[in-house]
């Protein structure tokens, strides 16, 4: 399976981003998906995920501002950021997992079996 993540850039704060994370050799809606980021420094840190039945969570410090959604036809997930901060400044990384992940296991890097190459935002002030 191969995940290519891009949509990356630089932004000024109150900004908007859309990633993209198209999938190929799997198909997308037969998993749980999920979005990382980690900024220089820091640990790898959850984003968001979204499961078979499209059913959303997010970190704390993008709800509200973030949207994650998945085009089952172009077999490809997207991350709207809205609003954007310099603190989600970061590399975006996506990801796929199983699709029997419970919510309380989304949020864990370890959970999930492949990754992409992650696509860089920064965001300036």
């Known amino acids: 399976v191969q995940l290519q993540a891009s949509g990356g850039g630089f932004v000024q704060a109150g900004g908007s981003l859309r990633l993209s994370c198209s999938a190929s050799?799997?198909?997308?809606?037969?998993?749980?998906a999920a979005w990382f980021r980690q900024a220089p420094g820091k640990e790898r840190e959850f984003v968001g995920a979204?499961?078979?039945?499209?059913?959303?969570i997010y970190a704390r410090s993008v709800k509200g501002r973030f949207t994650i959604s998945r085009d089952n036809v172009e077999n490809t997930m997207y991350l709207q950021l809205n609003s954007l901060r310099p603190e989600d400044t970061a590399v975006y990384y996506c990801?796929?997992?199983?699709?029997?992940?419970?919510?309380?296991?989304?949020?864990?890097?370890?959970?999930?079996?492949?990754w992409g190459r992650g696509t860089q935002v920064t965001v300036s002030s």
């Open positions: 979204i499961n078979r039945r499209t059913s959303t």
């Open positions: 990801s796929i997992g199983p699709a029997s992940l419970i919510v309380s296991s989304m949020s864990s890097p370890a959970r999930y079996e492949h």
């Open positions: 050799g799997r198909t997308l809606s037969s998993y749980t």
